[in-house]
């Protein structure tokens, strides 16, 4: 569970969503909600990963504004210490200053053959191949992480909802219309966030 969230969130209060947007101004709806209803359940979510954020609800709204901004703060500080020192790269050969840096590569014969015959030499073929290849990368991570982000959601909000392990199964399989057909009896809210996180995984692995 996180404790703090540079994303949008959205929380639900049981099956209802009750707001969206930035923790500051959702952790005011839920508290108003949960001051006027103590047995309340909320749940905020990152909007992005989906992963659960943690909000200490504890006292006055002041109070609990005060408790995420020190949180955040104290993130910050973590992220970035005071005093940290940036080391350079030693140069070395290569044409530094357009960002090529020269290092030993080992191959066998034919691969620098096939290499040598590649337009534009064998330095130009190697970095085509590894745009291409940190390109396919990305795109598989994209999908990896919508899949898991609404997954997560979905374990979390659906999981007792009609189809559930039907709709998840035609999710993972890449079935968007059977994903939106199973899940069309679930609660509303819960349904079209789902559809919404459900989508980014279906787009991303066109």
């Given at each position: 569970?996180?404790t703090i969230t540079p994303h949008a969130v959205i929380a639900f209060a049981g099956a209802h969503?009750?707001?969206?947007?930035?923790?500051?101004?959702?952790?005011?709806?839920?508290?108003?909600?949960?001051?006027?209803?103590?047995?309340?359940?909320?749940?905020?979510?990152?909007?992005?990963?989906?992963?659960?954020?943690?909000?200490?609800?504890?006292?006055?709204?002041?109070?609990?504004?005060?408790?995420?901004?020190?949180?955040?703060?104290?993130?910050?500080?973590?992220?970035?210490?005071?005093?940290?020192?940036?080391?350079?790269?030693?140069?070395?050969?290569?044409?530094?200053?357009?960002?090529?840096?020269?290092?030993?590569?080992?191959?066998?014969?034919?691969?620098?053959?096939?290499l040598n015959q590649q337009s534009g030499g064998a330095s130009v073929a190697l970095r085509k191949l590894v745009e291409e290849a940190k390109?396919?990368?990305?795109?598989?991570?994209?999908?990896?992480?919508?899949?898991?982000?609404?997954?997560?959601?979905?374990?979390?909000?659906?999981?007792?909802?009609?189809?559930?392990?039907?709709?998840?199964?035609?999710?993972?399989?890449?079935?968007?219309?059977?994903?939106?057909?199973?899940?069309?009896?679930?609660?509303?809210?819960?349904?079209?966030?789902?559809?919404?996180?459900?989508?980014?995984?279906?787009?991303?692995?066109?």
């Amino acid at each position: 569970m996180s404790t703090i969230t540079p994303h949008a969130v959205i929380a639900f209060a049981g099956a209802h969503r009750i707001a969206s947007g930035q923790l500051a101004l959702v952790a005011l709806k839920a508290k108003e909600l949960l001051d006027r209803n103590d047995a309340a359940t909320v749940l905020i979510f990152d909007d992005i990963t989906s992963e659960q954020v943690e909000v200490d609800f504890r006292g006055s709204a002041e109070q609990v504004l005060q408790r995420l901004s020190a949180t955040a703060a104290a993130a910050v500080a973590a992220e970035h210490p005071a005093g940290a020192n940036v080391q350079e790269t030693a140069r070395g050969p290569g044409r530094p200053k357009l960002g090529v840096v020269g290092r030993e590569v080992t191959l066998l014969p034919r691969h620098w053959d096939w290499l040598n015959q590649q337009s534009g030499g064998a330095s130009v073929a190697l970095r085509k191949l590894v745009e291409e290849a940190k390109r396919r990368g990305e795109e598989r991570d994209l999908v990896r992480k919508a899949q898991e982000s609404a997954y997560r959601f979905m374990s979390a909000m659906a999981g007792n909802q009609v189809n559930f392990e039907e709709a998840t199964r035609a999710f993972f399989a890449g079935d968007q219309l059977r994903f939106e057909e199973l899940s069309e009896p679930w609660e509303i809210d819960i349904r079209d966030h789902a559809r919404t996180l459900a989508a980014r995984a279906f787009v991303s692995a066109e």
